[in-house]
């Protein structure tokens, strides 16, 4: 197994990681600011009141990307392991 193979291999896993994680994350972002946004306008400073519309929004990004997470995430390990006797030899 070369180093370029392994720089590969690390750059595809970082990818199929972002691709993952970004839904979630930036769905969790968006409501966070609307949050924020809210809170200021009105003046509310409850520290709570951002963490369960947060919650909320990443199991709903989950429920609605998801099967497309897992397909990504499907792909990748197949290929991975198709190739892995090619890695190894």
């Known amino acids: 197994m070369s180093g370029d193979l392994v720089i590969q291999l ?11 994680s970004a ?5 969790g972002l968006l409501v966070g600011l609307m949050v924020s946004v809210f809170q200021a306008t009105t003046s509310i400073q409850e520290q709570t009141l951002a963490f369960i519309p947060k919650i909320v929004a990443v199991f709903v ?3 609605i990307f998801g099967p497309w997470m897992l397909r990504i995430m499907v792909e990748y390990l197949t290929r991975i392991l198709v190739n892995l006797p090619s890695y190894i030899g």
């Not at 690390?10 to 993952?20: F, S, T």
């Open 10 to 20: 690390g750059q595809e896993a970082l990818m199929v990681v972002m691709l993952v």
């Open 23 to 27: 839904p979630m994350l930036g769905l």
């Open 61 to 63: 990004a989950i429920l």
